[in-house]
């Protein structure tokens, strides 16, 4: 059949529970909508390791890689703190990423009129923000060789990591930032610690020679990472597209998300063919089970898939405006909470949304 | 004689400008309070390099290793950009923190309360806000070595570096927190990437080890970077001391700076014996020569060492009252500028706190 094949990995922590919201909506658009999905669901992270002693079986990547595209929820949680790091919960979506070659990840921040209010900064200092960051996602620190614990002949200990990129892992999510760039504002800032990092000096060689060969067209700006961080709480606004490591990806990217004012932003896991939408919030382990989760971040990774993988444009337009309908009605869950607002349970916002559709 | 004997190395860009008002406090100070000092002047990074072709002589080296205590304004600027790296105005911050061991880097974020207006956070954000980042200074990716670019055997070209922490360079700097927290509320937050790098799992490790053996009455929390950097925008008020890696440290006091209304927050960088004093916000090439940069975190950075390297709390104090006042009278330079408030140059602000003193 030309069903879309999309294979669900709830995970962790509220994982199961926003991704149960994202199945109602997937439901009502197989009823009333052109195309249809073939639904699957698997294991990651610690429930994994629960039933099968591995974050990440071979058969549930399998199933990652045939499918058409994968919605991912979240994995971790105290419980799991002492395993091993092969088998921690996060080794789940870290081999995921690696074996699917999902080397760029965009994260949009992007400010919602409605929830202006909800966010920790001034609203004159984030209304209207649309930024997106590209984060490398398959290299750097968090895969580099060699790494591990050793003791020197003086008997000290340490510990150590290599961060490391090579000239094509440079070239390929840069060009997805270039890319991006084209569709958006056209501008593009490359984030590295040039100035202390080999790695870093590297990184900005490569981007700067693939600007003046291909995208001359684009504006470039280089700027150090903690720079960036400031610059992300000074004036969000100046960046469009920001493209940098895994490691600074990871930290810039949480920090974007903060000035939505919403816990969770979208986040869409790419490259070659394949695609992985996750929403960025984690799993959340003190409120798991209380209803209490916010859907929303989970419902907008589903509306990338359907844009970037699906090609459904429309389908995502209805479901981002049902989205905005029921936030400019005052419905909110804990997390983005504000006088005058209504409360709403987890189910309660799929409820809504659902009404909106 | 028992003079204070302070280096002064005012590098480049803004830090001449600022260190200018600096010393006219202390010429202030040597004339009307119980104590004076031995001031002599150096060269660093990039007019260090014009004049000797390294950003750092060993002359001066000496001489910051033969002070009481360093004063450093700030290095780097475009020009020097192409530089070949050992020979980058960097390197001589980076020369000095090493050889001098300054290992310890206690980074404050403190609100005061004539600056809350001018904070990108809401009042209620920030207002109160005192907490303390300890940044490791001398270790990890900042000097780890195997660094370099290498062609691989199939001519792919890439760039890499080590993070690298030992048991006794997490304890010493760990230490640190512990007895500041200890003199504070009491409280802790070791922060790294445990889940993905092996120095995290092995600085978490050792950092419980410590706190088990000799810090219990410490309340200690562990946190990963990139829900740090998410933290420290949300709900910044939850932390009291921090303490993290050089890299972490690096952008995490940046993004915690940015949180305080003003660019610029003083930097006290310890250990064994000696200490280096510096204002965080860099050499800002954009605002050179015009008589337009903030003197008073230059201005806060001499009072940590009057305070922490001189015992002279009192005087600290009274400087430190000195730009309340002025703060509160509505003077601001233009980093910090607002409606209604005064706008002040550098000279002027000088000008006002010695009329405040
Ligand atoms: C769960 C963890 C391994 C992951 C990461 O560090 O990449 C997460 O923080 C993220 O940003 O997706
Ligand atoms: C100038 C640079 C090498 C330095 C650093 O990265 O440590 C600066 O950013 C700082 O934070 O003091």
Redesign the pocket.
């Given at each position: 059949s030309s069903n879309k094949r999309v294979l669900i990995l709830a995970g962790d922590g509220i994982g199961p529970e926003v991704m149960g919201q994202v199945e109602r909506v997937m439901e009502w658009l197989s009823a009333r909508r052109s195309f249809s999905f073939d639904v699957q669901s698997g294991l990651v992270g610690g429930v994994s390791y629960e039933a099968h002693g591995t974050p990440l079986t071979d058969e549930t990547l399998a199933d990652a890689v045939a499918a058409d595209a994968v919605l991912f929820g979240a994995?971790?949680g105290p419980q799991w703190d002492s395993v091993a790091r092969e088998a921690r919960p996060?080794m789940g979506?870290?081999r995921l990423r690696k074996e699917m070659d999902l080397y760029a990840n965009l994260r949009p921040a992007l400010v919602f009129d409605p929830l202006v209010e909800a966010s920790t900064l001034k609203d004159e200092v984030v209304r209207g923000l649309d930024l997106m960051i590209v984060r490398e996602l398959t290299g750097g620190i968090?895969f580099g060789e060699p790494r591990g614990v050793e003791t020197l002949p003086d008997g000290t200990r340490r510990g150590f990591d290599t961060e490391v990129y090579s000239a094509p892992e440079i070239e390929r999510v840069s060009r997805v930032a270039f890319e991006l760039a084209r569709r958006r504002d056209n501008r593009v800032h490359s984030v590295e610690k040039a100035n202390v990092m080999e790695s870093g000096k590297f990184w900005r060689d490569e981007v700067t020679a693939l600007h003046a060969a291909d995208y001359t067209d684009v504006a470039l700006e280089h700027m150090y990472a903690d720079n960036c961080a400031m610059q992300l709480v000074r004036r969000p606004k100046q960046f469009d597209v920001i493209v940098t490591s895994n490691l600074f990806g990871?930290l810039l990217?949480?920090c974007a998300a903060m000035l939505t004012g919403s816990l969770g932003i979208p986040?869409d896991e790419g490259g070659n063919r394949k695609a992985l939408y996750?929403p960025?919030h984690?799993s959340a382990p003190d409120i798991v089970g209380q209803n209490l989760a916010n859907p929303l971040a989970a419902l907008l990774s589903f509306t990338m898939m359907l844009r970037y993988s699906f090609g459904a444009a429309d389908d995502a337009d209805l479901i981002e405006a049902a989205v905005q309908d029921v936030l400019a009605g005052g419905l909110r869950t804990a997390d983005i909470m504000q006088d005058g607002m209504t409360a709403a349970s987890t189910d309660a916002m799929g409820d809504a949304v659902l009404g909106a559709l």
């Amino acid at each position: 059949s030309s069903n879309k094949r999309v294979l669900i990995l709830a995970g962790d922590g509220i994982g199961p529970e926003v991704m149960g919201q994202v199945e109602r909506v997937m439901e009502w658009l197989s009823a009333r909508r052109s195309f249809s999905f073939d639904v699957q669901s698997g294991l990651v992270g610690g429930v994994s390791y629960e039933a099968h002693g591995t974050p990440l079986t071979d058969e549930t990547l399998a199933d990652a890689v045939a499918a058409d595209a994968v919605l991912f929820g979240a994995v971790g949680g105290p419980q799991w703190d002492s395993v091993a790091r092969e088998a921690r919960p996060e080794m789940g979506i870290l081999r995921l990423r690696k074996e699917m070659d999902l080397y760029a990840n965009l994260r949009p921040a992007l400010v919602f009129d409605p929830l202006v209010e909800a966010s920790t900064l001034k609203d004159e200092v984030v209304r209207g923000l649309d930024l997106m960051i590209v984060r490398e996602l398959t290299g750097g620190i968090y895969f580099g060789e060699p790494r591990g614990v050793e003791t020197l002949p003086d008997g000290t200990r340490r510990g150590f990591d290599t961060e490391v990129y090579s000239a094509p892992e440079i070239e390929r999510v840069s060009r997805v930032a270039f890319e991006l760039a084209r569709r958006r504002d056209n501008r593009v800032h490359s984030v590295e610690k040039a100035n202390v990092m080999e790695s870093g000096k590297f990184w900005r060689d490569e981007v700067t020679a693939l600007h003046a060969a291909d995208y001359t067209d684009v504006a470039l700006e280089h700027m150090y990472a903690d720079n960036c961080a400031m610059q992300l709480v000074r004036r969000p606004k100046q960046f469009d597209v920001i493209v940098t490591s895994n490691l600074f990806g990871d930290l810039l990217s949480d920090c974007a998300a903060m000035l939505t004012g919403s816990l969770g932003i979208p986040s869409d896991e790419g490259g070659n063919r394949k695609a992985l939408y996750e929403p960025v919030h984690g799993s959340a382990p003190d409120i798991v089970g209380q209803n209490l989760a916010n859907p929303l971040a989970a419902l907008l990774s589903f509306t990338m898939m359907l844009r970037y993988s699906f090609g459904a444009a429309d389908d995502a337009d209805l479901i981002e405006a049902a989205v905005q309908d029921v936030l400019a009605g005052g419905l909110r869950t804990a997390d983005i909470m504000q006088d005058g607002m209504t409360a709403a349970s987890t189910d309660a916002m799929g409820d809504a949304v659902l009404g909106a559709l």
